[in-house]
């Protein structure tokens, strides 16, 4: 198979990238390497993934420099290409950097993603496997969140783009019978990571010995999601393009699922559902890094929610899997990480 991957100098997207190399297939790369966080941690990744081609024949890596609002460059890829699918991991992310810089979101994730689907729609690709968030549940109360769950609340605009996401991938497959599925990612984490997350921002200033800033005054959790289990569960939906469901002499385990679209459409949560108390987290990196974290607590900031928690019974009914990667063992891995590079 040839894949397109966007996003391929982000974090989930180098990972998958390298998997899919590794498993024998071609990789389309096409990212921006915009400076939102560090972009040499970027050009680290992506040089990674030139050495890792370099190991394998010739042709199976080629990568693209650029915008997704570039209507001409991302019609071009596809057209010289010709990928059998995409995997669409490129957005501008960042729940508080949606607040101060709102436009960045509309080009990237709105103009980007009507992009990716439109030459998606052009070129007959076999199945669209994009990034959503478990951002879209916003004020739902209801724990742990499920794909039926009313996802009409949101609480910044990173999400009402990733929810306006959905929503444009169910109207192109409705319309056109293009295979799409939205993954709803629920707090990602592991070696390679953003510097923008918490658990980067925290590794960073207890080994400076720097105040850690815990919001909230502590009182959150968070469901974390080790990188490989979602790297892993990215390619089996990737691998199993969406199917309509059938309208007559269907089966119940197949018609009556309320999460099933007459159109060729899924959404899946992709997450650990064990959430961790934010108290809890801190103390495990502090076990790794030797350190004791100094604290300075602070109120819930604008965009936050109190507690994430995902409902993955929908991913394991339909694959037989679900992420499993226990918070200490993912968290060591980081942290062993963390310490070979800084």
Same mark, same amino acid.
């Given at each position: 198979?040839?894949?397109?991957?966007?996003?391929?100098?982000?974090?989930?997207?180098? #990972?998958?990238?390298?998997?899919?190399?590794?498993?024998? #297939?071609?990789?389309?790369?096409?990212?921006? %390497?915009?400076?939102?966080?560090?972009?040499?941690?970027?050009?680290?990744?992506?040089?990674?993934?030139? @050495?890792?081609? &370099?190991?394998?024949?010739?042709?199976?890596? *080629?990568?693209?420099?650029?915008?997704?609002?570039?209507? !001409?460059?991302?019609? =071009?890829?596809? +057209?010289? &290409?010709?990928?059998?699918?995409?995997? $669409?991991?490129?957005?501008?992310? !960042?729940? &508080?950097?949606?607040?101060?810089?709102?436009?960045?979101?509309?080009? =990237?994730?709105?103009?980007?993603?009507?992009?990716?689907?439109?030459?998606?729609?052009?070129?007959?690709?076999?199945?669209?496997?994009?990034? =959503?968030? *478990?951002?879209?549940?916003? /004020?739902?109360?209801?724990?742990?969140?499920?794909?039926?769950?009313? %996802?009409?609340?949101?609480?910044?605009?990173?999400?009402?783009?990733?929810?306006?996401?959905?929503?444009?991938? $169910?109207?192109?497959?409705?319309?056109?019978?293009?295979?799409?599925?939205?993954?709803?990612?629920?707090?990602?984490?592991?070696?390679?990571?953003?510097?923008?997350?918490?658990?980067?921002?925290?590794?960073?200033?207890?080994?400076?010995?720097?105040?850690?800033?815990?919001?909230?005054?502590?009182?959150?959790?968070?469901?974390?999601?080790?990188?490989?289990?979602?790297?892993?569960?990215?390619? /089996?939906? +990737?691998?199993?393009?969406?199917?309509? +469901?059938?309208?007559?002499?269907?089966?119940?385990?197949?018609?009556?699922?309320?999460?099933? @679209?007459?159109?060729?459409?899924?959404?899946?949560?992709?997450?650990?559902?064990?959430?961790?108390?934010?108290?809890?987290?801190?103390?495990?990196?502090?076990?790794?890094?030797?350190?004791? +974290?100094?604290?300075?607590?602070?109120?819930?900031?604008? !965009?936050?929610?109190?507690?994430?928690?995902?409902?993955?019974?929908?991913?394991?009914?339909?694959?037989?899997?679900?992420?499993?990667?226990?918070?200490?063992?993912? /968290?060591?891995?980081?942290?062993?990480?963390?310490?070979?590079?800084?």
């Amino acid at each position: 198979m040839t894949y397109l991957v966007t996003g391929t100098a982000g974090f989930i997207g180098y #990972h998958v990238a390298r998997e899919l190399l590794s498993s024998g #297939h071609t990789v389309v790369g096409f990212d921006s %390497v915009n400076d939102y966080y560090r972009v040499d941690l970027k050009e680290t990744r992506l040089a990674a993934l030139e @050495s890792h081609a &370099r190991e394998l024949p010739a042709g199976r890596w *080629s990568f693209y420099r650029g915008s997704l609002e570039d209507t !001409g460059l991302v019609s =071009s890829v596809f +057209a010289s &290409r010709r990928p059998d699918r995409v995997i $669409h991991l490129a957005a501008q992310a !960042g729940v &508080r950097y949606s607040i101060t810089n709102p436009r960045a979101y509309a080009a =990237s994730n709105l103009d980007g993603f009507l992009n990716i689907l439109e030459e998606c729609r052009n070129h007959g690709i076999a199945h669209l496997a994009f990034a =959503s968030s *478990s951002s879209v549940y916003g /004020l739902n109360r209801k724990v742990p969140f499920a794909e039926t769950d009313p %996802v009409d609340h949101p609480v910044s605009l990173y999400a009402a783009t990733k929810r306006a996401n959905e929503l444009m991938a $169910h109207t192109y497959s409705h319309l056109y019978g293009l295979p799409v599925t939205g993954m709803r990612f629920f707090t990602v984490y592991g070696p390679l990571g953003r510097p923008d997350m918490a658990y980067f921002k925290f590794a960073d200033a207890i080994t400076a010995g720097r105040e850690i800033e815990i919001f909230n005054n502590g009182d959150l959790l968070r469901d974390f999601t080790y990188v490989d289990d979602v790297v892993k569960a990215v390619i /089996l939906i +990737a691998d199993r393009p969406a199917l309509p +469901a059938l309208c007559s002499g269907a089966s119940l385990e197949t018609d009556l699922l309320p999460d099933r @679209s007459t159109a060729p459409y899924r959404i899946y949560n992709i997450g650990n559902s064990n959430p961790v108390k934010l108290e809890d987290f801190i103390s495990i990196i502090e076990r790794e890094l030797g350190i004791t +974290a100094k604290r300075k607590y602070l109120p819930m900031q604008d !965009g936050d929610v109190y507690m994430t928690a995902a409902d993955t019974s929908a991913l394991d009914r339909d694959f037989g899997w679900k992420p499993s990667t226990p918070i200490s063992e993912g /968290l060591h891995n980081f942290i062993t990480w963390y310490k070979e590079q800084h």
